[in-house]
C-alpha cells in the first residue's frame, strides 16, 4: 500500500472507531464508505451499493475510506 492510501486507512479508521457506538453492533455487517476529508459517510448492504452512493454524493476525487461494519472488517479505497 501507497504512503497516501495508508494515510487515508488511517484516518478512516480513526473517524470509524469515533462512529463505532452508533454503528455496531446493529448495522454489522453492512458496508460504510467514509470521506476522510469531513468525516460523512453512506452505508449500503454491500460495496455495489454503497460505492456508488458514496461516488454520487462526493464525486470522483474525494478520498474515502470503505469497511465492513463489525469485528472484521473488508477495507477499500475508494476514489483518487
Same mark, same amino acid.
Given at each position: 500500500?501507497? @504512503?497516501? $492510501?495508508?494515510?487515508?486507512? @488511517?484516518? &478512516?479508521?480513526?473517524?470509524?472507531?469515533?462512529?463505532?457506538?452508533?454503528?455496531?453492533?446493529?448495522? %454489522?455487517?453492512?458496508?460504510?464508505?467514509?470521506?476522510?476529508?469531513? $468525516?460523512?459517510?453512506?452505508? &449500503?448492504?454491500?460495496?455495489?451499493?454503497?460505492?456508488?452512493?458514496?461516488?454520487?454524493?462526493?464525486? %470522483?476525487?474525494?478520498?474515502?475510506? &470503505?469497511?465492513?461494519? &463489525? +469485528?472484521? +472488517?473488508?477495507? @477499500?479505497?475508494?476514489?483518487?
Amino acid at each position: 500500500m501507497s @504512503q497516501k $492510501g495508508e494515510e487515508i486507512r @488511517q484516518k &478512516g479508521e480513526r473517524i470509524y472507531r469515533r462512529l463505532k457506538p452508533k454503528l455496531e453492533p446493529k448495522l %454489522n455487517g453492512k458496508v460504510i464508505i467514509i470521506d476522510v476529508t469531513t $468525516g460523512l459517510y453512506v452505508l &449500503g448492504d454491500d460495496i455495489y451499493e454503497a460505492g456508488p452512493a458514496f461516488k454520487h454524493l462526493f464525486g %470522483n476525487k474525494t478520498k474515502g475510506y &470503505g469497511r465492513k461494519i &463489525g +469485528p472484521d +472488517p473488508y477495507t @477499500q479505497r475508494v476514489g483518487a
